[in-house]
Nanobody
Framework: QVQLVESGGGLVQPGGSLRLSCVAS????????MAWHRQAPGKQREWVAT???????AYADSVKGRFTISRDNAENTVYLQMNRLKPEDTAVYYC?????????WGQGTQVTVSS
């Protein structure tokens, strides 16, 4: 079993920054790819960023150049540094771990970008 707990969300003004954290516990391998997804009110969940065990990253076009995903395998933690935030970034952000038997999801952390 795997548990993922996100933190770091909050209210921020447009142009501001937030750093999200996701701590994983359970049967975790450093070979697992991890990702961040988000879901705005009334909308479907969308992919934001992915990081492989080797540190290779990929980003959605909407956040490319503004967000940075990273991981610390020693701490079993993945991060999402969000800069130059926009109102359209407002959503619940979820951490995902891709395991051999399927995907695991955290409960999410709310990010609100508003003046």
């Amino acid at each position: 079993q795997v548990q993922l707990v996100e933190s770091g969300g909050g209210l921020v003004q447009p142009g501001g920054s937030l750093r999200l954290s996701c701590v994983a516990s359970g049967r975790i391998s450093s070979l697992n790819a991890m990702a961040w997804h988000r879901q705005a009110p009334g909308k479907q969940r969308e992919w934001v960023a992915t990081i492989t065990s080797g540190g290779i990253t990929a980003y959605a076009d909407s956040v490319k150049g503004r967000f940075t995903i990273s991981r610390d395998n020693a701490e079993n933690t993945v991060y999402l540094q969000m800069n130059r935030l926009k109102p359209e970034d407002t959503a619940v952000y979820y951490c995902k771990l891709s395991g051999g038997q399927g995907d695991y999801w955290g409960q999410g952390t709310q990010v609100t970008v508003s003046s």
